[in-house]
């Protein structure tokens, strides 16, 4: 079954971090490129982080010097290293495969919430 588990999510102050950890089940990641997205209440479904099968990154603009994305292959998974958190960072945060064509199931995900 193709599964994607996002987890490390939690309540942290305004200035901390958070580790999260997307785990896929079902197929092998090695050869996609993941994104992190995450969701607000009342927002739309934005992508915050990616990263190439080759191991090249890309961050939004808001995120960027902050957060570090990474994978192992080995473990099957990708992570989300989140520092300098900001109560704008609030919410529900997911993984997946990039391009819509290639896209799993959604997982359902795991809420940071940043207390200011």
């Known amino acids: 079954q193709v599964q994607l588990v996002e987890s490390g999510g939690g309540l942290v102050q305004s200035g901390g971090s958070l580790r999260l950890t997307c785990a896929a089940s079902g197929f092998s990641l090695d050869y996609y490129a993941i994104g992190w997205f995450r969701q607000a209440p009342g927002k739309q479904r934005d992508m915050v982080a990616s990263?190439?099968?080759?191991?090249?990154?890309n961050y939004a603009d808001s995120v960027r010097d902050r957060f570090t994305i990474s994978r192992d292959n080995a473990k099957n998974a990708v992570y989300l290293q989140m520092n300098s958190l900001k109560p704008e960072d609030t919410a529900v945060y997911y993984c997946?495969?990039?391009?819509?064509?290639?896209?799993?199931?959604w997982g359902q995900g795991t809420q940071v919430t940043v207390s200011s």
């Open positions: 997946n495969v990039l391009g819509a064509a290639r896209r799993k199931p």
């Open positions: 990263i190439t099968a080759g191991g090249s990154t």
